[in-house]
């Protein structure tokens, strides 16, 4: 991923800062996020260590030009997360197939969330394509991946977060950039302490911006003065999301790519799951990659836009997984195991840890070894 724009992990959670508002320029319209409903180890815990860290970190913001007004503000009621610490550690490095990824980015559910948010919000999306440069499709559908429409934009305090982060130092350097550009958003009176919100790891907005990447991309499209991708009216993320990519070589008038039809060529081919669909892509799949640098996103987020443009799923199957199923197998046993009793959170045909945990669940019931592996004969047992 991309540390340049955003962070590494998205986060959920809720915790509402009370500070100073008159400070930090005008209140946000949008009411601020209730801390009820956070779990313990997302709030405010004291650590004399993390103490003495923030009273030397002042000493380094001032002298980046960071005001003792804006400090005190910001930091009236922040505090060491240790939630975030334990989310920063149990990052799970893993690799999912094209197959699984665009079944999750390109959901029914997503693809029919996307057309809805488009054509809600399709005057301003037409004014930023003519704006930028960046098709309106492709716009809205990075905001369905990053943030689910604007449903999934994370409750965290950005402070908080980045500042605990910082003191851990596993990435205390990068951290600290985050903080101090968390802190110039601030003084620019952008948005309040109590409404700067985002992930566990400092993203935010309905596009999920990391601090530098805000100021260096962001933009006020509205023209209200402030460059607010936090509001309820997504206007402000959408636009710094066009803006990032026209400054990050999107081309005018070129699509992102296509799928290729068997046995035709192209001048640049990408194949991400051998057996599956081809693609051939342009400058503009780069670009994208410039959010987030991964094929399989890029290809996502293409995919995504062509379906919320009206386009159908991709022509090319997918072949079996090592485990000689097929999506529509691996679909059937979800719900065959749904249907006895084991939670498998759905059947949308990736076997993720609550897929995995239910096979095994079953498996003991059959007293068979529970390895939580599915196969041709464990969906056949099931009937």
Known sequence: MNSSRRSFVLGLSALSLAACQSSLGPRSTSPAPSSQGLSADLRPTPNRDYSAWVASFKDRARAQGITDTTLTAAFRDTGYLPGVITRDRNQTEFTRTLEDYLSIAASDERVSKGRARFARHGNTLSRLEQSYGVDAEIICAIWGLESYYGERKGDIPVISAASTLAFDGRRGSFYEKQLIAALKILQNGD?????????????????????????????????????????????????????????????????????????????????????????????????????????????????????????????????????????????????????????????????????????????????????????????????
Request: proline share 7%.
């Open 191 to 383: 948005i309040s302490v109590q409404r700067m919100t985002g992930s566990w790891a400092g993203a935010m907005g309905h596009t999920q911006f990391i601090p530098t990447s805000y100021l260096a991309f962001a933009v006020d499209f509205t023209g209200d003065g402030r460059r607010d991708i936090w509001s309820d009216d997504p206007t402000d993320a959408l636009a710094s999301t066009a803006a990032y990519l026209q400054k990050n070589g999107w081309s005018r008038g070129t699509k992102w790519g296509r799928e290729l039809r068997p046995g035709e060529t192209a001048s640049r081919v990408i194949q991400p799951q051998t057996g599956g669909p081809r693609f051939t892509v342009t400058g503009n799949f780069n670009a994208i990659k410039r959010y987030n640098n991964s094929d399989s996103y890029a290809i996502g987020v293409g995919h995504l836009a062509d379906r919320i443009g009206g386009a159908g799923p991709l022509r090319t199957p997918f072949p079996p997984d090592q485990y000689g199923l097929t999506k529509d197998d691996r679909i059937a046993l979800q719900s065959r195991l749904t249907a006895r009793g084991f939670d498998t959170g759905g059947a949308d045909g990736v076997l993720g840890p609550k897929s995995r945990g239910a096979i095994a669940d079953y498996q003991r019931s059959i007293g068979a070894e529970p390895t939580g592996d599915p196969s041709p004969t464990l969906l056949a047992s099931l009937g």
